[in-house]
């Protein structure tokens, strides 16, 4: 069993940057491959961001291709995400996922979630 529990949201402004992290429990955390996703009010939850179990690997949504950074640290069972060039429409609660040994960006490859951390990017 693998607990994930998100932190580092906030309110800034549009062009700022901020950094999520993702603090794993568990045994076996740092065998699986980890993502972020996120929800904006009245819209679906979608894929932002994976990385494989080594920090290998690395796959993202077009949306934040140039702007965001997937990373993980192994030893301290912690994922991160480096938003930069922040922008109204990344306003979002961000979840963090794991699960599976490789990255992929549809929701039921993962097995487990948090609870989420909410980002709100002003003008």
């Known amino acids: 069993q693998v607990q994930v529990v998100e932190s580092g949201g906030g309110l800034v402004q549009a062009g700022d940057s901020l950094r999520l992290s993702c603090a794993a429990s568990g045994r076996t955390a740092s065998s699986y491959a980890m993502a972020w996703f996120r929800q904006a009010p009245g819209e679906e939850r979608e894929f932002v961001a994976a990385i494989g179990p080594r920090g290998d690997s690395t796959y993202y949504a077009d949306s934040v291709r140039d702007r965001f950074t997937i990373s993980r640290d192994n030893a301290k069972n912690t994922m991160y995400l480096q938003m930069n060039s922040l922008r109204p429409e990344d306003t979002a609660v961000y979840y963090c996922?794991?699960?599976?040994?490789?990255?992929?960006?549809?929701?039921?490859?993962?097995?487990?979630w948090g609870q989420g951390t909410q980002v709100t990017v002003s003008t």
């Open positions: 996922a794991a699960g599976g040994a490789g990255v992929a960006g549809m929701e039921s490859f993962y097995d487990y």
